[in-house]
Nanobody
Framework: QVQLVESGGGLVQAGGSLRLSCAAS????????MGWFRHAPGKEREFAAA????????YYADSVKGRFTISRDNAKNTVYLQMNSLKPGDTAVYYC?????????????????WGQGTQVTVSS
């Protein structure tokens, strides 16, 4: 069983930056592909970014491409989401998720482990 704990959310003005962290425990972190999803009020939970277990492959939603960067440090059992040029439309609860295996995924049902989420609010 993998436990995931996100941190780093908060309130930021449009154009600002935040760095989210997700600390994993209870499993061999380097055997899990990781993803970041977000859930805004009134919308479905949506994919934001994913990274393979080695960190060598990354994928992004079109809405965040060029602004967000996903990375991981397997020695620290942590995955990060660097968010730059934030927009009010990025306001959401951000969740990290883990998927056993090296292949990344974009659907919520492909991830078996989820954190509790961290709120990101971008003011205009």
């Amino acid at each position: 069983q993998v436990q995931l704990v996100e941190s780093g959310g908060g309130l930021v003005q449009a154009g600002g930056s935040l760095r989210l962290s997700c600390a994993a425990s209870g499993g061999t972190f380097s055997r899990y592909a990781m993803g970041w999803f977000r859930h805004a009020p009134g919308k479905e939970r949506e994919f934001a970014a994913a990274i393979s277990w080695s960190g060598g492959v990354t994928y992004y939603a079109d809405s965040v491409k060029g602004r967000f960067t996903i990375s991981r440090d397997n020695a620290k059992n942590t995955v990060y989401l660097q968010m730059n040029s934030l927009k009010p439309g990025d306001t959401a609860v951000y969740y990290c998720a883990a998927r056993f295996g090296r292949v990344t995924a974009r659907r919520t049902d492909e991830y078996g482990y989820w954190g509790q989420g961290t709120q990101v609010t971008v003011s205009s």
